[in-house]
């Protein structure tokens, strides 16, 4: 076992952003609010007011691996779940796994490794690989390695199994092999009960719009009562204008297929609309995704699978959040919701798309923005990001874990890119005021 060290702040007394919102009124907002029926907007009003005390006690600052100093390992995509130590037991014992892998360069990475902690993320065991999730020879290209990267993991209750997917991608030498990229899908293996791991699988989905590119890389999924689990790609025929899509999947616990594909949002910009992350709050899927015109976007849906047209992010009084080509995840409650995500700010002006320090704001359901004077920082950013800005930790790549009831974390893995790509791996636990009623996962 590894020993940690906990570096606490006082994140929710030294960085929360007050700002005196109240004379704002929901109808000058530029958003939909004044769609939907003045019940919902009370709904909304009275369960994210801030005039409310927040639900969020603390922020704790958590390092489980070093390598600042370059003499260790630099791991990457750090993301867990929460298992049960018995089926019985789902929601009252849990232990952790975590999957992770080495970072050696720009969407470098090594063979999938898993971790486990016993004690709530006090202590993980040595990272081992995943034989599955290592790399393989390409058939025909000499020379080229066919890995896997942007793995989630995720318990699947009525299978008693959790499901890793991720997605495939290219290695020629010690790099990624940006002229002979082949054609990109999802990857998955499955753990099971006893802690075996089956064979690499590629998720099946023959349709020409996905012909360049379809993908559930980095995204938050939903697992359904009955077992069906509902996600979202993001896909293309070829690498620019990508669409996005709600999807429907069964998953009998060992193999992942697809059952319904919704239709697509657009985005013109750049390579469109990218690692897309759902959840489901109140019955409603919500969409969060990444994009290359300066704005995350958010999108709604009654049955997860066709999004209403998605609308820029921003702040409760209309004035939209500038994100730059960034990632970001939902944390989700039964009584609230709140987004993770890395937005530009005066402090961060230089740092590469502004991937330090991870926010946390509040979201209002109805109206689809963030709650300006909820947000916090969740993990602070590490040196200077006006003046010295290669010496700041990017932290643009993160997973969310409901640990318990009372502890919901934020795990990500620094990577200095000008640094030869050092950096440590850190979870912020996020203590709350009162109980989160949703399960572990």
């Given at each position: 076992m590894i020993s940690n060290i906990d570096e606490r702040f006082a994140a929710s007394n030294l960085f929360t952003r007050r700002r005196a919102l109240r004379s704002i009124s929901i109808a000058g907002t530029s958003l939909a609010a004044g769609r939907l029926p003045a019940a919902a907007q009370a709904e909304s009003r009275d369960r994210n007011s801030t005039r409310t005390p927040s639900l969020i006690k603390s922020i704790t600052k958590q390092t489980l691996w070093r390598n600042r100093d370059g003499k260790g390992t630099t791991w990457f995509h750090p993301r867990a779940c929460m298992l049960p130590l018995d089926p019985k037991f789902k929601d009252t014992r849990t232990h952790a796994l975590m999957l992770l892998q080495e970072i050696g360069g720009s969407d470098y990475f090594g063979p999938v490794h898993a971790?486990?902690?016993?004690?709530?993320?006090?202590?993980?065991?040595?990272?081992?690989?995943?034989?599955?999730?290592?790399?393989?020879?390409?058939?025909?290209?000499?020379?080229?390695?066919?890995?896997?990267?942007d793995v989630t993991p995720q318990y699947h209750p009525p299978t008693d199994s959790t499901?890793?997917?991720?997605?495939?991608?290219?290695?020629?030498?010690?790099?990624?092999?940006?002229?002979?990229?082949?054609?990109?899908?999802?990857?998955?293996?499955?753990?099971?009960?006893?802690?075996?791991?089956?064979?690499?699988?590629?998720?099946?989905?023959?349709?020409?719009?996905?012909?360049?590119?379809?993908?559930?890389?980095?995204?938050?999924?939903?697992?359904?009562?009955?077992?069906d689990i509902m996600m979202s790609f993001t896909f293309g025929p070829?690498?620019?204008?990508?669409?996005?899509?709600?999807?429907?999947?069964?998953?009998?616990?060992?193999?992942?297929?697809?059952?319904?594909?919704?239709?697509?949002?657009?985005?013109?910009?750049?390579?469109?609309?990218?690692?897309?992350?759902?959840?489901?709050?109140?019955?409603?899927?919500?969409?969060?995704?990444?994009?290359?015109?300066?704005?995350?976007?958010?999108?709604?849906?009654?049955?997860?699978?066709?999004?209403?047209?998605?609308?820029?992010?921003?702040?409760?009084?209309?004035?939209?959040?500038?994100?730059?080509?960034?990632?970001?995840?939902?944390?989700?409650?039964?009584?609230?919701?709140?987004?993770?995500?890395?937005?530009?700010?005066?402090?961060?002006?230089?740092?590469?798309?502004?991937?330090?320090?991870?926010?946390?704001?509040?979201?209002?359901?109805?109206?689809?923005?963030?709650?300006?004077?909820?947000?916090?920082?969740?993990?602070?950013?590490m040196g200077d990001g006006m003046t010295e800005p290669e010496s700041v930790a990017l932290m643009g790549n993160f997973n969310i874990t409901n640990a318990s009831p009372m502890e919901s974390w934020v795990t990500v893995g620094e990577w200095m890119p000008k640094r030869d790509a050092r950096g440590n791996v850190l979870l912020a636990r996020i203590g709350w005021t009162r109980p989160n009623r949703l399960p572990a996962g």
């Open positions: 971790s486990e902690s016993m004690d709530m993320g006090k202590s993980w065991t040595d990272p081992s690989p995943i034989e599955s999730l290592g790399r393989d020879p390409v058939d025909g290209n000499e020379g080229l390695w066919a890995g896997v990267c499901l890793a997917l991720g997605h495939v991608v290219f290695y020629r030498g010690p790099k990624f092999a940006t002229k002979d990229q082949l054609a990109r899908f999802p990857l998955y293996a499955v753990r099971r009960r006893d802690g075996s791991w089956s064979e690499r699988k590629k998720l099946m989905w023959d349709d020409p719009r996905g012909a360049f590119i379809y993908s559930n890389n980095c995204g938050q999924r939903v697992v359904m009562p009955n077992g070829e690498s620019r204008n990508r669409m996005v899509a709600g999807v429907r999947c069964t998953f009998d616990g060992e193999t992942l297929r697809i059952a319904q594909v919704g239709q697509p949002l657009r985005n013109w910009a750049g390579r469109g609309l990218l690692e897309p992350s759902i959840t489901r709050f109140r019955k409603q899927f919500l969409m969060t995704i990444r994009a290359e015109d300066g704005n995350g976007y958010v999108a709604v849906s009654n049955d997860g699978i066709d999004y209403e047209t998605q609308q820029a992010w921003c702040w409760d009084d209309g004035k939209k959040i500038g994100m730059s080509t960034t990632q970001q995840h939902w944390l989700t409650r039964d009584d609230a919701l709140y987004l993770v995500y890395t937005r530009q700010d005066a402090s961060n002006k230089n740092v590469i798309r502004w991937r330090s320090p991870l926010w946390i704001a509040r979201v209002d359901p109805a109206r689809r923005v963030l709650i300006r004077e909820s947000e916090q920082i969740v993990l602070p950013m």
